[in-house]
């Protein structure tokens, strides 16, 4: 059992839950650029595939570069304000005035419209997300309420991505497909929640209680400081081994619903209870860190995913199969919430590591290697996955697939996923920034920055 924090800071629920309603737009926001939007324009505005392909990877190239450059811009700005809330507000406007464009297309739009639109949509996320995550972790440093901020945040992540998926079963709308008028709305939708959700951060969501330390950050530190921090370069393995797991099981889960187990019409369902059980799930997680302490929760959470992924290969064709793919899919997105919001609580304790050993706060530049991480794992598990499709011979339109390509189809989707998953679920384990370890990484940082020991609450702290 974990030892309560002597320095746990007074935080209202209200007010942490309003640094995380930034995050039901985000996710909104996400989910219909990656499973929407590139389907849209190839139906309704006519662009080719191979276009849409050709932008979606120069778009990414660019989003690569603005990453760490918005991480130092963010820990190098000064402001009444502080370093984060500025730039959530620039990239919210970026993002509203991209949305309106990339989400309302006309039916001659070519390649370069949406290259232009996705593009600045990007740059707009980033100047939110990467400031925002950092901000999360400047809050408070107490090692199970930063848990606590982070599933806030994963919770509202969930929500808004429920908001999306049953959007077009609205009874405004004539049927339940993503139509133009379904993403129109959306358009609308995403921008409003945006200026509503970023205004009541900025305006009631707790400032960053660590201080800033007066030297600013440079990239050429950041790179020898990553080279002689341990905790960092394991977390990244880890964070690496499983992001490429899900990048390779998520993008194949739409080939093995529809066309492994022919259940066309159960996609969105099956998807819909994926996020469901995610978000039902996060209360019993923050239980378990606050019992087991949250590299044993994260750890755990990662196996059972793990184990989650061998049954659906005994699965075959039909609609005897809907269900007991439902349920084992569910309890994947069950398990994988913890990693949702625990492997950015731990990534808060690694930056508060280099910020004890450097005398400086580096949080938004580290955060943006963690946001070119998940996108590089995006990119890389499902060029991996589709690649590997084709050495298989495995044809995703067709019914008629043979037994060695569809065993080379399971390796890709269930074997590969598996393995990593179970490693990067052992390394968790032994992670060595534990609760007794941060504490006194906390304490260090405390004499040096002279910041008071803050008061202490009640055991319910923040709570779901």
């Not at 989910?31 to 979606?56: D, K, L, N």
């Amino acid at each position: 059992m974990t030892n309560k924090s002597p320095a746990l800071a007074i935080l209202a629920p209200s007010r942490v839950g309003a640094y995380a309603l930034p995050d039901i737009p985000i996710a909104m926001l996400l989910y219909c650029v990656a499973m929407i939007i590139p389907g849209f324009y190839a139906t309704y505005a006519g662009v080719a595939p191979a276009t849409i392909g050709s932008v979606i990877v120069i778009a990414r190239l660019f989003d690569a570069i603005t990453d760490p450059v918005i991480g130092v811009w963010s820990d190098r700005t000064r402001s009444r304000l502080g370093a984060r809330k500025p730039w959530m507000i620039a990239g919210g406007l970026v993002s509203i005035i991209s949305i309106q464009f990339l989400f309302t297309p006309g039916t001659q739009s070519s390649g370069l419209y949406l290259l232009g639109w996705i593009a600045a949509l990007y740059l707009g996320w980033t100047m939110m997300i990467v400031p925002y995550d950092a901000w999360g972790a400047e809050i408070s440093r107490d090692y199970v309420q930063r848990s606590r901020i982070f599933a806030y945040r994963a919770s509202a992540y969930y929500f808004g991505s429920i908001l999306f998926l049953a959007s077009p079963l609205l009874p405004i709308f004539e049927t339940t497909e993503f139509s133009a008028e379904v993403i129109t709305f959306n358009a609308t939708s995403i921008s409003v929640l945006i200026i509503i959700c970023v205004a009541s951060a900025v305006l009631f969501a707790p400032d960053g209680q660590v201080k800033l330390d007066t030297a600013r950050p440079r990239l050429k530190e950041l790179a020898q400081s990553l080279r002689q921090n341990r905790p960092m370069k394991l977390f990244l393995i880890v964070y690496m081994l499983n992001g490429l797991s899900l990048g390779m099981f998520l993008p194949l889960s739409f080939v093995y619903v529809v066309n492994y187990l022919a259940l066309p019409d159960k996609f969105s369902i099956i998807l819909l209870g994926f996020v469901v059980a995610s978000f039902v799930a996060m209360p019993l997680w923050l239980k378990s860190v606050k019992r087991f302490g949250k590299l044993r929760a994260w750890s755990v959470g990662i196996i059972i995913n793990t184990i989650c992924y061998p049954p659906l290969a005994l699965l075959g064709p039909g609609d005897a199969s809907f269900l007991p793919a439902f349920g084992w899919v569910a309890l994947a997105g069950a398990a994988g919430s913890a990693t949702t919001f625990l492997a950015a609580s731990v990534f808060g304790d690694v930056i508060d590591f280099d910020h004890m050993r450097t005398h400086k706060n580096r949080a938004a530049n580290y955060f943006a290697i963690k946001s070119l991480a998940t996108k590089a794992n995006i990119a890389l598990g499902g060029g991996i996955a589709f690649i590997g499709l084709d050495l298989f011979n495995y044809d995703p339109s067709s019914s008629d697939n043979d037994l060695s390509a569809k065993l080379g189809f399971l390796f890709l989707f269930l074997g590969i996923p598996s393995v990593l998953s179970a490693v990067s679920g052992i390394l968790v384990w032994k992670f060595p920034i534990d609760e007794r370890r941060h504490a006194i990484i906390r304490r260090r940082i405390d004499r040096r920055v002279k910041i008071p020991v803050q008061e202490s609450v009640n055991e319910s702290g923040i709570s779901l």
